[in-house]
């Protein structure tokens, strides 16, 4: 079982905002990041630390935190944002990393 | 660019040993860890075990520890994941991925994947 844990499933209505929030003990210690899968491909980071984002993600993507959940937002949700959204941390011993369980994002 | 190029889909049989590579190119192999990811069919990531090529520090996670190995050849910029004995719950989607660690940790940029099927 994860120790972070994400909801499976999320709608957002085109155009709206969306928060995907990832649960875990270990994020009171260790910032999460965010990774966004589409089928058949690999995953790609899209959201890390307090404030960065990659080159090429959209500034409709950002990150927060606050106790022990994280959360991605979009806001302003496009169809291509369709896809499955992990987030990533530490363990509780920090010596590890882990994986969410994923949430499933349908833009309608 | 910075690009992590794994070897190609593999079939095998319980019981067959494997070893599949990761090749980076684009950065300092040595500088950065290199972790393994698996996906088995319809579920999710999970993060298997990290190496440093700069000295060879190895992780792995407690769900596989013993179960694979994890190395690293940095002359030639390449990781590899292997097993001894594959089992058919061995079939999955397997990645390689840079992994960041300092101030903040990320996993960037992912290799392709490499398929690997075990089946009688």
């Known amino acids: 079982s994860s120790e972070l844990t994400q909801d499976p499933a999320v709608s957002v209505a085109l155009g709206q905002t969306v928060r995907i929030t990832c649960q875990g003990d270990?994020?009171?210690?260790?910032?999460a990041s965010w990774y966004q899968q589409k089928p058949g491909q690999a995953p790609v980071l899209v959201f890390y630390g307090e404030t960065s984002r990659p080159s090429g993600i959209p500034d409709r993507f950002s990150g927060s935190s606050s106790g022990n959940t994280a959360s991605l937002t979009i806001t302003g949700a496009q169809a291509e944002d369709e896809a499955d959204y992990y987030c990533?941390?530490?363990?509780?011993?920090?010596?590890?990393?882990?994986f969410g369980g994923g949430t499933k994002l349908t833009v309608l | 660019e910075v690009q992590l190029v794994q070897s190609g889909a593999e079939v095998k049989k319980p019981g067959e040993s494997l070893k599949i590579s990761c090749m980076g190119s684009g950065y300092s192999f040595s500088s950065y860890w290199i972790g393994w990811v698996r996906q088995m069919p319809g579920k999710g990531l999970e993060w298997m075990g990290v190496i440093y090529p700069g000295d060879s520090d190895t992780r792995y996670s407690p769900s596989f520890q013993g179960q694979v190995t994890i190395s690293a050849d940095r002359s030639i910029s390449t990781a590899y994941l292997q097993w001894s004995r594959l089992k058919a719950s061995d079939t999955a989607m397997y990645y390689c991925?840079?992994?960041?660690?300092?101030?903040?940790?990320?996993?960037?940029?992912w290799g392709q994947g490499t398929l690997v099927t075990v089946s009688s």
């Open positions: 990533n941390s530490r363990d509780s011993s920090g010596n590890h990393w882990v």
């Open positions: 991925v840079r992994q960041n660690t300092g101030s903040w940790d990320w996993f960037d940029p």
């Open positions: 270990s994020l009171r210690s260790y910032d």
